[in-house]
Nanobody
Framework: QVELVESGGGLVQPGGSLRLSCAAS????????MGWFRQAPGKERELVAA????????YYVDSVKGRFTISRDNTKNTVYLQMNSLKPEDTSVYYC?????????????????????WGQGTQVTVSS
């Protein structure tokens, strides 16, 4: 079975940076798309970023474009989310996810990705 283990969450001041990591283990041969969701209190879970197997296709929600960067290292079965210029509204629980299908290149379709496997979630708090 696939397991996803996250690290890198924490408390930072506005304008600061964090780098989230998520390592997959188990049946990693089934994994193509990897990405990150977040869910803040009172809000629905939101797709933040996703990346295809090759890294050639990426999706970002509009609110993080230019600030967040998703990347992956298939040798390590790991996906990263570099978060810069953090804002208080970025405060949320961030969840790593992986999917059995590859991310399509059309942004409107990529934005509907849901994932098949999930990490435990890591808290990101942006506050002064």
């Amino acid at each position: 079975q696939v397991e996803l283990v996250e690290s890198g969450g924490g408390l930072v001041q506005p304008g600061g940076s964090l780098r989230l990591s998520c390592a997959a283990s188990g049946g990693t041969f089934t994994i193509y798309t990897m990405g990150w969701f977040r869910q803040a209190p009172g809000k629905e879970r939101e797709l933040v970023a996703a990346i295809s197997w090759s890294g050639g296709n990426k999706y970002y929600v509009d609110s993080v474009k230019g600030r967040f960067t998703i990347s992956r290292d298939n040798t390590k079965n790991t996906v990263y989310l570099q978060m810069n210029s953090l804002k208080p509204e970025d405060t949320s629980v961030y969840y790593c996810a992986a999917g059995r299908r590859d991310l399509p290149p059309i942004v409107t379709v990529a934005g509907t990705w849901r994932g098949d496997y999930w990490g435990q979630g890591t808290q990101v708090t942006v506050s002064s």
